[in-house]
Structures are given as structure tokens and as C-alpha cells.
């Protein structure tokens, strides 16, 4: 029994440009400091998606609950969409979902929007679900890996929707950050400002040996993880009384770097693979500076890493959701036939925690 990606879909809010940004609120927020300039100029982001545009409305000053209740009143629709998408991609109804998984570490309710989504969208009352919550822009890689063994167990389809709203959790500016002297901490913050967008992004998996199913798209083989818990500190999220509040270390890129060639060769070498044996990657962008250390660590072309680039140029970073829309660009950029029979997925987050599945087309 196998389980494989039949449909994708995603849905984002309003795009907002990552300059005007700048200009329009976080200028101010940092006094135009030129360490600010640098990082939002060499982000590598183009264009953002927001359910919030703090240049028409700021939010920095909102308790944690009214930014809980404002991502419900956000999610819902954006989860509808994506889900409806990636069904429709796959060509099943709602109630043919066996399992119905949702991630998102930026927003809780309960009822959550895995009740919340399913009764909206018409899945059947004895649908299995499945919330992780807080793991960070990793998480729809363990999520996948959680999924796919329901598949292959119960031999039924489910469904993964990631859903990310970062917008809500922009923090108000400190002094120092008001002054145009940032601390380390501001820094911190100043970057995750600079990268972090809005999106929801949902795939279905359908059992592969099974009639009944047409399974076209790829099937999950294996799913790897290592976590360096002597720098858990170099990446945080933390609850506050005012949202959620990113710790970022700079020293991110180099952890990773020393990692990612290890972990890849380890999931490769499970199934007598290496590195040339990968046709199509999709690497979460973290930040362009992590796309590219990734890329130096695994000897990938820019051609291999343009579905990343492109991502984050044109999206931003959405959390766990990110991954996802890289995957799906991917599979749009291989031919249908031919090359491109095996494809690996790779997405960091905190911890600090890699995780990478394998993928191979039926």
C-alpha cells in the first residue's frame, strides 16, 4: 500500500508589495535605520500576501486574543478555498476524505479549523482529524509523513491543509528599534518582519493501490528528521500577551548548511539514491540566504532552486505553508514524462529541526 499526492490547491490573501511595506509602516517602525534597508533590500521578496496590511491596519498593539479571533474570521475562508482547490485538482468530493489534517502554528480556536473547515466544506461527520500546531515552517513535512500512514493504513484519502497567518503577529517597536540603534533582539524581528507572509495550501493523498483511485501525482516513499537541539535557541516562537514573537538567529544559515547534505544523504541512501538521482527540488525558503547555503551543501543549480527563488520572490515566507507552494510549482516545471521520476522536499523550522521527504512519480 502506498500513498500518493493526487491534487494540490492554495489560496492567498491580497498581495502586498514588500517596498511599499517598508515605506508606508516598517521605515518608521525602525527609525530607517540602514541595517533595516539592508535586510528588506536583500530579502529576496518581491511581493507579500497579507490578511492584514499594517499600512492600513495596524495591529501591533492588539492582545493575543482579538489576533486569535480576527484568525478565525481570516482562516476560514482562505481554508475553504485551498481545500476546495486541491479536491476539485483530485477530482473527489468532501465526503470521500477519510482524514482531514490542518497545520498552522499561527493561530488557535476551539472548535478548531479542522471542525471548523470540515463542517463548512461538507465532510461527512465521522471524518478522522488530525491539528499540529506550532512546529514552525517545517511542519507540513510531518505532517505529509502523518497523513500518508493514514492513507496506506485505512486505504482511505485525506487531506493536509497549511494555513499561516503571520500577518497578525507584527510586534509593536521597542525603543531602541524607535531610536535607529536595534539590539540583537531587534534584529531579530526586524528580519522576521522583512520575510513572513500569508497563505494556505492544502494537497490530497489517495491510496495507490487501490481501484478506484487515478493516481497520477507522486507517491510519499520516505520521510527523514534530525534535529540540532544544541542550537533549539537560533529559532523561536514564542506567545505573548501581544501575538506571537519570532526569535531568529543569523547563524540559522550555517547550522543548516552543516546539516543538509547529511540529511539528504542519509534519506537518499535508504533507497540506493544519491543527490544526481533528484530531478525536482522544492526547498522551503526560509530566506534567500538559506535557499542558497542549501543549495551550496547539495551541489544544486539555480535552474534546480528556481521554484524556491520564485516562491519567495513573488509570496514571501508563509510558514509551513511555503513548502507546499514550492512542491507545487515544481511539479508544474517537470515535464510529464521522461526525467523527473524522483523529487525530494526539504524544510527547516525550529529546534533547530530539518525534515525532507521523498517523493517519486507513479
Known amino acids: 500500500m502506498t500513498a500518493s499526492l493526487i491534487g494540490a490547491g492554495h489560496a492567498l490573501p491580497p498581495p502586498m508589495s514588500q517596498q511599499g511595506l517598508w515605506d508606508d509602516f516598517f521605515r518608521e517602525h525602525y527609525a530607517d535605520a540602514r541595517v533595516a534597508r539592508t535586510v528588506w533590500?536583500?530579502?529576496?521578496?518581491?511581493?507579500?500576501?497579507?490578511?492584514?496590511n499594517p499600512s492600513h491596519?495596524?495591529?501591533?498593539?492588539?492582545?493575543?486574543?482579538?489576533r486569535m479571533r480576527r484568525f478565525?474570521?481570516?482562516?476560514?475562508p482562505l481554508g475553504k478555498e485551498a481545500v476546495t482547490a486541491a479536491l476539485g485538482d483530485a477530482g473527489l468530493d468532501p465526503a470521500d476524505v477519510g482524514l482531514f489534517t490542518v497545520v498552522s502554528c499561527t493561530g488557535y480556536a476551539t472548535p478548531g479549523l479542522d471542525i471548523l473547515l470540515?463542517?463548512?466544506?461538507?465532510?461527512?461527520?465521522?471524518?478522522?482529524?488530525?491539528?499540529?500546531?506550532?512546529?514552525?515552517?517545517?511542519?507540513?513535512?510531518?505532517?505529509?509523513?502523518?497523513?500518508?500512514?493514514?492513507?496506506?493504513?485505512?486505504?482511505?484519502?485525506?487531506?493536509?491543509?497549511?494555513?499561516?497567518?503571520?500577518?497578525?503577529?507584527?510586534?509593536?517597536?521597542?525603543?531602541?528599534?524607535?531610536?535607529?540603534?536595534?539590539?540583537?533582539?531587534?534584529?531579530?524581528?526586524m528580519v522576521a518582519h522583512a520575510l513572513f507572509s500569508d497563505a494556505a495550501a492544502a494537497v490530497v493523498l489517495a491510496p495507490g493501490d487501490v481501484p478506484g483511485y487515478d493516481v497520477r501525482g507522486y507517491e510519499v516513499v520516505d520521510v527523514v528528521a534530525r534535529t540540532d537541539v544544541a542550537t533549539a535557541d537560533h529559532m523561536t516562537?514564542?506567545?505573548?500577551?501581544?501575538?506571537?514573537?519570532?526569535?531568529?538567529?543569523?547563524?540559522?544559515?550555517?547550522?543548516?548548511a552543516r546539516h543538509a547534505r547529511p540529511v539528504v544523504d542519509e534519506l537518499l541512501g535508504r533507497h540506493g539514491?544519491?543527490?544526481?538521482?533528484?530531478?525536482?527540488?522544492?526547498?522551503?525558503?526560509?530566506?534567500?540566504?538559506?535557499v542558497e547555503v542549501v543549495g551550496e551543501a547539495l551541489g544544486l543549480t539555480e535552474e534546480q532552486l528556481a521554484p524556491s527563488y520564485d516562491v519567495l520572490r513573488e509570496v514571501g515566507n508563509c510558514s509551513s505553508a511555503t513548502v507546499l507552494l514550492v512542491l507545487e510549482r515544481m511539479v508544474a516545471t517537470l515535464p510529464e514524462s521522461g526525467s523527473g521520476e524522483w523529487a525530494l522536499a526539504m524544510a527547516f523550522g525550529p529546534g533547530l529541526t530539518l525534515y525532507a521527504a521523498l517523493l517519486r512519480r507513479r
Do not use: K, N
Open 57 to 66: 491596519e495596524d495591529v501591533s498593539g492588539w492582545g493575543t486574543g482579538d
Open 41 to 52: 533590500r536583500h530579502s529576496g521578496i518581491e511581493t507579500r500576501r497579507g490578511a492584514v
Open 118 to 189: 470540515a463542517r463548512d466544506l461538507g465532510m461527512t461527520d465521522a471524518v478522522q482529524r488530525l491539528h499540529i500546531g506550532h512546529m514552525g515552517c517545517y511542519a507540513a513535512l510531518p505532517g505529509l509523513a502523518a497523513t500518508a500512514d493514514f492513507v496506506t493504513a485505512r486505504a482511505r484519502p485525506a487531506v493536509m491543509l497549511c494555513l499561516e497567518l503571520t500577518s497578525l503577529h507584527v510586534q509593536p517597536a521597542t525603543e531602541t528599534a524607535r531610536s535607529g540603534r536595534p539590539t540583537a533582539d531587534d534584529l531579530q524581528q
Open 237 to 256: 516562537w514564542d506567545v505573548t500577551d501581544l501575538g506571537f514573537r519570532m526569535g531568529l538567529s543569523p547563524q540559522v544559515p550555517d547550522v543548516l
Open 273 to 290: 539514491l544519491v543527490v544526481g538521482d533528484v530531478d525536482g527540488w522544492a526547498v522551503h525558503p526560509g530566506g534567500r540566504r538559506i
Open 72 to 76: 478565525v474570521a481570516e482562516a476560514l
